[in-house]
């Protein structure tokens, strides 16, 4: 089972639509991180989340994590061809003894012009 | 800066060969991993290392083995490899000032794809 749940699993849009996707757990966290995974490289590391109820914005991509920092949400605004790939969120368990990320399965957004 | 460099980036291996993949750092971070992805799976954790001379087993290391000699490299390595270590292999590093100090995120290497046949 993941401990961390994203949804939808896949996305796909027209450039300049906006979408969400959303990242959420039973457990509380620490603080949540956001990578993006394009094809064939590995994932680069977007923003992380610390405060319960934070919003950090990105350009066009906006992060935020919620009260009870057990969720998380990234939304992105007139979407570009350029906002393709994999989104990754990840987090340290409740009970990790040393800091390490589990990652939740991932959402695939494809943008087309 | 290279960052975390892997090789090689593709390899096919027969059922019950062997062979390491190879990582490298070059940002003088204390700590590395280990991670496999699988279509639909995210990344599961296989082996880290807190620093030279400690690893420890993550999720999956079933079949794996690693060594941390030096600060800079972490090779995983696959002893009689089998179909089910078809999958695409990351290693990343990170940087903690102590065990529960701030996370700062992973710098991650472009993978290994590996196919066993």
């Known amino acids: 089972t993941q401990l961390l749940e994203q949804s939808p699993q896949f996305l796909s849009i027209q450039e300049g639509e906006n979408l969400t996707v959303y990242c959420n757990s039973s457990s509380v966290f620490s603080s949540l991180q956001w990578y993006r995974q394009e094809p064939g490289e590995g994932p680069v590391l977007l923003v992380t989340?610390?405060?319960?109820?934070e919003v950090k914005k990105l350009k066009r991509l906006t992060f935020q994590f919620g009260d009870a920092r057990k969720d998380s949400s990234l939304h992105i605004t007139a979407a570009q061809p350029g906002d393709t790939g994999l989104y990754l969120c990840?987090?340290?368990?409740?009970?990790?003894?040393?800091?390490?990320?589990?990652f939740g399965a991932g959402t695939q957004v494809v943008v087309t012009p | 800066n290279a960052g975390v460099t892997q090789t090689p980036k593709f390899r096919i291996l027969k059922i019950g060969q062997s062979m390491t993949l190879q990582c490298t750092q070059d940002?003088?971070?204390?700590?590395m991993y280990w991670y496999r992805q699988d279509p639909g799976m995210g990344l599961k954790l296989i082996y880290y290392s807190v620093g030279a001379g400690i690893t420890d087993k993550g999720e999956v290391p079933n079949g794996y083995n690693v060594s941390r000699s030096t600060t800079e490299d972490f090779p995983l390595r696959l002893e009689l490899a089998a179909p089910s270590q078809t999958s695409v292999y990351f290693c990343a590093s990170s940087y903690r000032v102590r065990k529960t100090g701030p996370n700062y995120g992973y710098t991650f290497g472009s993978g290994t794809r590996l196919t066993v046949v």
């Open positions: 990840a987090g340290v368990g409740p009970t990790d003894s040393w800091g390490k990320l589990q």
């Open positions: 940002m003088n971070h204390n700590y």
């Open positions: 989340v610390v405060t319960g109820g």
